[in-house]
């Protein structure tokens, strides 16, 4: 009986010794939107998971592919719109970056993994002067209606540990810049041009050129996702970024994240403008939803998630 008594007291003190496994920290894995419902939800983080495909992709009434930063809209402004249109029920929206969008339309298909799509939008938005652009370059728009506007803000870690203070502060080497790529992502232009204006071409070169060779500067496949992500697990500090996007990680999920406000008068003004598709296959429903968002309803939930009205 004392040997089993010792033994007992052996295992517990042998126990007691063994490290404590540390609670694994949140992680903030999209898609952040709320999930649908309706049928089997099935989903594998970072292996397989679509967070910037939505709703009906089986014969859809209507096709929208928004610019990626509009993501967070995407559930109550469809809400609204079956609101004031019941007739539609089967929509189908994509948000990826703007390139990708583009080359998806002109090529006629996208593929993700072993999916192919060969939807037609019915509605393309963007920055309202690529927008332009793109009616210039290649005449895919029937009318174009612009319907809200946005400005750049700094996404850095809650409390802001580095004490990032503007843009300026991007290019001191040990400050991680979570950057979107320039060959697809029609913000980083507007962000080059704001580096420019805070520290002349040294800053940009310094950022975009100097810390992506060394590996300070990461440039972003799909930025709306990434840099969120990547400020919320520690692997970058800072991510200049739409404001609407800062704004909704913090105010909306209330995650670690703080915004680094830029100043008006060294900041961007952009509108988004909405082009209806001359090849629409559904141009009722597509002429339907360019009005609507136009409308109180729809302008209540971009204020809602930090966009701006197009007039001050």
Known sequence: MQNGSALFLGLVLSAALLPVAAASPPDYLPP??????????????????????????????????????????????LQAFRLAHPEYTRIFVETLPPGVLID???QGALIMGNLRLTLKPDIYTEGSKRLAELQVQRHWFAATEDYTRNHLAIMVYAGNPLHITGLADLGRPEVRVSMPNPAWEGVAKNIEALYRKAGGDALDR?????????????LTTIHHRETPLRV???????????????????????????????PAADNVDVAYAAGLMKDAPHPQAAAAFMQFLLTPAAQAVYRRYGFEPLEP
């Open 232 to 262: 919320m697990r520690r692997e970058s500090d800072a991510g200049p970024v739409w404001y609407s996007e800062a704004y909704y990680q913090q105010a909306i999920l209330n995650h670690p994240v703080a915004v680094v406000e830029i």
């Open 104 to 106: 998806q339309v002109a």
């Open 32 to 77: 952040w939107n709320p999930p649908l419902t309706g049928g089997k939800a099935f989903s594998a983080p970072e292996i397989d998971v679509v967070s910037d495909l939505y709703g009906e992709a089986t014969d859809p009434q209507l096709t929208v592919f928004f610019a990626g930063n509009q993501y967070m809209v995407v559930p109550d402004l």
């Open 206 to 218: 310094q950022i975009m050129d100097t810390k992506v060779k060394a590996g300070s500067t990461y």
